[in-house]
Every structure is written in C-alpha cells, then in structure tokens.
C-alpha cells in the first residue's frame, strides 16, 4: 500500500477534531480523563508539526557549499 491514502475527507476529520476538544472541555467526565483526552490531543498536533518539519527539511535541496567542484575551466 501506498503511505499517501486518504481514507476520510478532509470535513470528517475537522468535525472528528472539534468532538474530539469538546469532550476535553465541555463534558462531565472526571479530570484525569478529560486532561488525558487533551494531553493525546496536543501530542497529536505536535507529532503532527513534527513529521511535516522533517518532511520539509528532507525535501531541501542541496546547497552549494556540498557541490565539488574541479579546477578545469569551462567556455
């Protein structure tokens, strides 16, 4: 399988998100869990900035400083 599938729209996965944040602030559960449901929360957004930041620097080209280059001149 291919790592770039979509398997839910874009719309499914905000609305999966803001259920998601008013469970950690608006419902009645006990605290511990409430905190646990916006500590994965956060951890998700995280992971998320993470993986596009190294995604972002891997895609990078090269810089000139890496490039060799010989002494013989070139017209």
């Given at each position: 399988m291919?790592?770039?599938?979509?398997l839910a729209s874009k719309a499914d996965l905000a609305f999966d998100a803001l259920r998601f944040l008013y469970v950690g602030f608006?419902?009645?559960v006990p605290a511990w869990a409430r905190y646990?449901?916006?500590?994965?929360?956060a951890l998700t957004v995280v992971?998320?900035?993470a993986g596009r930041l190294r995604k972002r620097s891997a895609d990078a080209p090269a810089s000139t400083a890496?490039?060799?280059e010989d002494e013989a001149r070139v017209r």
């Open positions: 291919d790592g770039d599938i979509t608006f419902s009645s646990t449901v916006l500590a994965l929360f992971y998320g900035f890496d490039v060799e």
